[in-house]
Nanobody
Framework: QVQLVESGGGLVQAGGSLRLSCAASGRTLSRYLIGWFRQAPGREREFVAASTRSGGNTYYADSVKGRFTISRDNAKNTVYLQANSLKPEDTAVYYC?????????????????WGQGTQVTVSS
């Protein structure tokens, strides 16, 4: 099993940027499908971005496409989510997750391991 710890959240003004990190221990992240999800108050958790094993392919929700970028640093066993041009509607707790799925999957059922989340708040 892999343990995940997110960091990098905070308060930012609309139009600003944040880089979220997801550090892994226990297993090598390159062997996992990695996803970022978010959950805003009163709303269901939603898919944000995914990186297939070894970072071969990346996928994004339409709401963040062109603004967010998922990337991996295998040497640091860490995955990042660079969030640019942030909007108030991006406010949520952001979670990273790891799954053994071979290909892309945006459903949270594909991910067996979850971090504790990091809060992102975007002010208008």
């Amino acid at each position: 099993q892999v343990q995940l710890v997110e960091s990098g959240g905070g308060l930012v003004q609309a139009g600003g940027s944040l880089r979220l990190s997801c550090a892994a221990s226990g297993r090598t992240l390159s062997r996992y499908l990695i996803g970022w999800f978010r959950q805003a108050p009163g709303r269901e958790r939603e898919f944000v971005a995914a990186s297939t094993r070894s970072g071969g392919n990346t996928y994004y929700a339409d709401s963040v496409k062109g603004r967010f970028t998922i990337s991996r640093d295998n040497a640091k066993n860490t995955v990042y989510l660079q969030a640019n041009s942030l909007k108030p509607e991006d406010t949520a707790v952001y979670y990273c997750a790891a799954g053994r799925n071979v290909g892309y999957c945006s459903g949270d059922g594909c991910y067996e391991n979850w971090g504790q989340g990091t809060q992102v708040t975007v002010s208008s």
